[in-house]
């Protein structure tokens, strides 16, 4: 029994897959002082019984990183750590059940392609030629993998061990955390075995997260599902084929029907995701035990028949095979099914790995990420898909658990840009909510928050079924249309609840905000955007500065960013600061009134000076009380932001609305404002404006007061500038067919990729589909010609001025 050392650096609490590669990463790093602590044996949670699938494949860029990185780690692995490891590299057959199918295909191939593999689509009869044994007739396509394969996980746990203890770190088993504290800025880790003291904690220990979570005052938005699969007896059909052909089979997925079929030897493996599926320890008659190491729940096959008979018709020879076992354990999901990956929100020095449902193919990312997440605070990719900060205080217990039963069911669905997912809603209501779904409203959730994304009239399709598709157009575009065009000629009005708000006040603020935003503070009266840079110069986020007086001010950003930025803002914070930051977003909601009418019909409702000029501020009364008028459009018309307290919002939107009514007042979505600010070149956060890059590259070089003796990232941005930037952002007219560029589809010039697409959509007001993007520097100049790769198929695009492509001079903005 290894002995427990008084100290370390870091601990690591769970000895999973991605606890292990935490360790490896962490030690291959220098930073060999650290310590994994694991209740039981390596691999008793949900690693040892894992299939063991390593794909590639994810409609996720970050995903896809870490499952590529995983790949080509587990490939040297063995050898390095001098570790046997059984990892075949077989391939995967992904079959296309329909053209949208096809289309997710082709855009994850071009993905792939961005990030180094060679993903390939198959025609049905290339998919016999792969997959001899399948049924093929009703089929579209397929996407090949020639990456995919399968490892021992069990195997590959004891490898990253004994790769991290070689290089010094250490592994102590048997050995549970019971309860944690904090003690002069260390942790202190309770055990059995004794304590640890420690500057870091990890917390990743797979589904006993919410657990060890617990054990810090956190609640980890996670819940546990029952996963099954059914191993077959060898098929001599199979046999025979393998020998002759020298290899196995390429696992297949049917995604359309939900399942993986993998051989195994020469049987095979059926691993379905089935719809009809079952949670556990969610309910009083099913708690959770203290400990289900190296357990299983009993054999459920019911659920999986639908699947099995599917598979015999897919693929007749397994028709032929005897089931000789069945594996059914826990796994854990979080509300998306990403797992967690990074700092423990609200906790100091204490970081999140946990919560997988993928956790054998991501592990070896996720220790790398894991790992940078520790060391340097930061990462290299944008993680922000895994950042536990992207949930806040909504995810209760039952929206984990309907979630989780939401995303099991459909693990391998498409996600149409159009389609809302209906599970876990109405968590956070704006307080006219009711008023705006009487006008047509059709939700989604932002971090929690029910927002319109477009209106619908009365007989429109709001269907589910009529959102399964990539394509612009469906019973939403004329809506759409109509509140982008309400907007440029008469006004519109968005209920945007959620946004979030920090209020900072004391002596000192102003000089602190100097210190970390790049560009200038505004003045008392007036509201600024500000960029947050970290010390590499990278894009941390964006917020608007309302400056109400000396060392007074609100910060507001996006609503998913509330955690994520506060923890920023608070990071930052000097030791001994007189000033305080108060989030207060549950105090103020958000009406955006934008349009040529905005001015008259804001005028009939308050005496406010409606002559003030863009990027002001003032307080005001509507119908008898306080908000604060903010002259300032993400739509890009004139307008104004109305900031009420909440209880206040029904009573000015009531007088707004019934005075807009002869001005052509219309209520738009968030679906209208998208197209809107994508047409004046207006970025969105985590798209447009992720660490994926840095302040010059996104082109923010008005927002850097270069001026300033110092602020968070300026070496860093200095020497980029002196050497100049690699890529730059642009703006491009695209002739795209019926889809616009999605997030991370590639740009070409010829034969060779010179950059990304961060977002892209169709732009009502100029007729045009539109995308922004990153490009080769060399070639952002304006009128150049590349081509934009979408769902697989190129379109011409052209580099624009760096101004709006509608309303270029901001005269209707200034009006
Ligand atoms: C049937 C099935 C098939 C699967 N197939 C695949 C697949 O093919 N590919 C894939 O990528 N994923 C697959 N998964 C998912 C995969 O198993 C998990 O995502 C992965 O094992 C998670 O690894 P982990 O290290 O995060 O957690 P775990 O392996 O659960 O490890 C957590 C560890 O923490 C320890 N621990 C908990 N509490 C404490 C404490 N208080 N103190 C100390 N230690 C503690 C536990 O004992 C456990 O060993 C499958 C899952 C199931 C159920």
């Known amino acids: 029994m290894s002995e427990l050392p008084s100290t370390a650096r870091v601990v690591i609490i769970g000895g999973g897959a991605v606890g292990a590669s935490s360790l490896y990463h962490l030690a291959k790093a220098g930073w060999t002082d650290c310590i994994l602590l694991e209740k039981n044996e390596l691999t008793a949670g949900s690693t040892w019984h894992a299939a063991g699938n390593v794909p590639t494949f994810s409609s996720s860029w970050s995903l896809m990183n870490m499952q590529r990185y995983s ?76 990456n995919d394969g399968d490892i021992d996980p069990a195997q590959l746990t004891q490898a990253l061990a004994k790769g991290a203890r070689d290089m010094g770190a250490k592994v102590v088993r048997f050995c549970p955390v019971t309860s944690v504290r904090r003690e002069n800025d260390e942790w202190v880790i309770v055990t059995p075995k004794g304590e640890v003291r420690c500057e870091y904690v990890v917390n990743a220990a797979g589904y006993y997260a919410r657990e060890v979570g617990k054990m810090f005052g ?46 195994e030897k020469y049987g095979m493996n059926l691993g379905p995701y089935e719809k009809n599926c079952k949670a556990h320890w969610v309910t009083k008659d099913d708690p959770m035990p203290e400990d289900f190491s190296f357990q299983l729940f009993p054999d459920d096959l019911e659920r999986l028949e639908w699947y099995l008979n599917d598979a ?67 990462t290299e990719w944008d993680m922000w898909s895994c950042d536990p900060r992207r949930y806040t205080n909504y995810t209760d217990p039952q929206y984990c658990i309907d979630k989780g039963m939401e995303i099991y069911g459909h693990e391998y669905a498409m996600h149409f840009p159009k389609h809302y997912w209906p599970a876990g809603r109405d968590r956070k209501h704006s307080a006219i909510h009711d008023r705006i779904k009487a006008l047509g409203a059709q939700f989604k959730a932002y971090n929690g928050w029910e927002r319109a994304m477009w209106y619908a009239k009365p007989g429109d399709d709001t269907s589910e079924a009529a959102t399964q598709t990539w394509n612009r157009n469906g019973p939403w575009s004329p809506r759409i249309e109509a509140e982008c065009l309400a907007v440029r000629d008469t006004a519109g009005i968005l209920d945007l609840p959620g946004f979030s708000r920090f209020r900072v006040k004391g002596p000192g603020a102003t000089e602190w905000l100097k210190g970390l935003i790049t560009g200038r503070v505004p003045k008392p009266g007036r509201i600024g955007l500000a960029y947050f840079s970290d010390d590499k110069g990278r894009i941390v986020t964006e917020m608007s500065v309302m400056m109400l007086d000396e060392d007074f001010f609100f910060l507001i950003t996006a609503a998913a960013a509330q955690w994520h930025d506060l923890e920023w803002l608070t990071k930052h914070m000097p030791a001994n600061a007189a000033f305080t930051i108060d989030d207060v977003t549950e105090q103020f909601s958000c009406q955006i009134l934008t349009g040529p009418n905005a001015r008259a019909i804001l005028a009939e409702v308050t005496d406010a000076d409606l002559m003030k000029p863009w990027l002001t501020h003032q307080s005001c009364q509507i119908a008898g009380i306080w908000l604060q008028l903010v002259r ?14 909440v209880e206040d919002t029904p009573a000015a939107f009531d007088a707004v609305w019934a005075a807009g009514q002869k001005h052509g007042l219309t209520p738009f979505g ?19 404006l992720s660490t994926d890059y840095t302040i010059l590259q996104g082109g923010l070089d008005r927002f850097v007061d270069w001026s300033k003796p ?90 624009q001025e760096d101004k709006p492509l509608f309303d270029p001079d901001n005269e209707r903005l200034r009006a």
């Not at 007219?733 to 560029?741: I, K, L």
């Open 218 to 263: 956190r609640d980890v938005p996670m819940m546990v599902m029952s996963h099954q699969y059914m191993l077959f007896d060898t098929i001599p059909e199979l046999e025979a084929w393998s020998k002759e052909a020298g290899h196995k089979l390429p696992l297949l997925r049917d995604v359309d029907s939900s399942y993986y079929l993998r051989q």
């Open 71 to 146: 790949a080509g780690l587990y490939r040297g692995l063995g050898a390095e750590v001098d570790y046997p490891m059984n990892y075949h590299v077989t391939g995967s057959v992904r079959l296309g059940h329909s053209r949208e199918r096809l289309q997710e295909f082709k855009r994850v191939v071009g993905m792939g392609r961005y990030q180094g593999m060679e993903l390939d689509i198959l025609s049905p009869s290339e998919i016999k030629s792969r997959y001899p044994f399948a049924e093929t007739h009703d089929l579209t396509g397929a996407l090949y993998d020639p």
């Open 312 to 378: 015999i018709e897919r693929v007749p020879i397994l028709g032929t095979a005897g089931l000789s076992k069945m594996i059914n354990g826990p796994i854990p999901y979080a509300p998306d099914g990403n797992p967690l990956i990074g700092p423990m929100p609200g906790v100091p020095n204490a970081f999140e790995a946990c919560v997988f449902t993928f956790g054998i193919c991501q592990a070896g990312g996720a220790g790398k990420v894991l790992a940078e997440w520790v060391m340097h605070g930061e």
């Open 710 to 799: 110092s602020f968070k990232g300026k070496p860093a941005l200095e020497r980029e500038k002196q050497q100049g930037v690699t890529k730059r952002f642009v703006t491009l007219v695209v002739d795209a067919s019926d889809r616009d560029a999605p997030y991370m589809s590639t740009l070409w010039h010829g034969d060779e990729v010179v950059g990304e697409t961060t977002s892209g959509n169709w732009g009502y007001r100029i007729g045009k589909s539109v995308a922004l993007g990153m490009l080769r520097a060399d070639l952002a100049v304006p009128g150049t010609e590349i081509e934009v790769e979408i769902f697989g198929d190129k379109h011409r695009a052209v580099v």
């Open 632 to 645: 300032v459009s993400f739509a890009g018309e004139l307008g104004w932001e109305l900031h009420t307290k």
């Open 670 to 688: 968030m679906e209208a404002l998208d197209s809107l600010r994508i047409e004046k070149g207006y970025r969105a956060w985590k798209g447009d």
